[in-house]
């Protein structure tokens, strides 16, 4: 009998100027979250105070997490200096243990252009492709969309943007999501910036085309 997947994806895309806030709202919006786990790649180690979670940097520790919910991988130690490879592993282990646990699942992770490379790694791509079918959402960030493979920019059900500068990143926002870019990026007058977002606001489009503001400091 065929699998019958109920499950509403929440995929979500962080994008900004670095100091602009993206950090944080997706700091709040994994503690917000409601799902039963949460598997975090810490390789800042944000969120092992934050969550008041013990970090973990071995697949036993992991294991031992899972009860309480928090999963947070600080790949330093398992993969010193090879933080692709360690996030590939990260998503292989996040996939695999969603599996066998019910309920949702959330897999978070910061700085995403940095951990991909530009290329389009295919744990990361099964996790945002099919984590329907194992209920598995995600909350990830990085400082432009235009450096992600456009594989991993097309599975985004919600965006958020900050602040941003770059005119790829803003052309992005524009082509494939919908965005004014003068209400992100403001418009040069005199040799200043009129309008835009400042420091802690944000543009967030939901899965259903809609635009809302709103700021995070």
């Known amino acids: 009998m065929p699998r019958i997947f109920t499950h509403r994806p929440s995929k979500v895309g962080i994008f900004g100027n670095s100091g602009y806030g993206k950090s944080q709202y997706q700091i709040r919006a994994t503690l917000a979250s409601r799902s039963r786990y949460k598997f975090v790649f810490d390789h800042k180690r944000e969120f092992e105070t934050l969550a008041n979670a013990e970090s973990c940097a071995t697949c036993e520790e ?11 991988f600080n790949p330093h130690r398992m993969f010193p200096g090879r933080l692709s490879e360690a996030f ?15 309920g949702t699942k959330l897999f978070v992770a910061d700085e995403l252009a940095l ?12 996790v945002l492709e099919d984590g329907r079918s194992v209920a598995l959402d995600v909350i990830l960030t990085s400082h432009g969309a ?3 493979h456009n594989r991993i920019r097309s599975q985004f059900t919600e965006v958020v943007t900050f602040y941003q500068s770059s005119k790829p990143a803003l052309d992005i926002l524009r082509d494939e999501f919908g965005f004014n870019p003068d209400l992100v990026a ?13 420091r802690g606001e944000f543009i967030a489009r939901s899965e259903a085309g809609r635009f809302q503001g709103g700021r995070v400091f």
């Open 146 to 148: 235009n450096s992600l």
């Open 88 to 102: 590939d592993f990260f998503c292989d282990y996040a996939w695999q243990a969603s599996e066998a646990l019910a």
């Open 186 to 198: 403001g418009k040069e007058v005199n040799g200043q910036r009129v309008g835009g977002l400042e």
């Open 115 to 126: 951990l991909t490379e530009g290329s389009k790694p295919i744990p990361l791509c099964r």
């Open 62 to 72: 992991m294991d031992a997490s899972v009860d309480s919910g928090w999963i947070v």
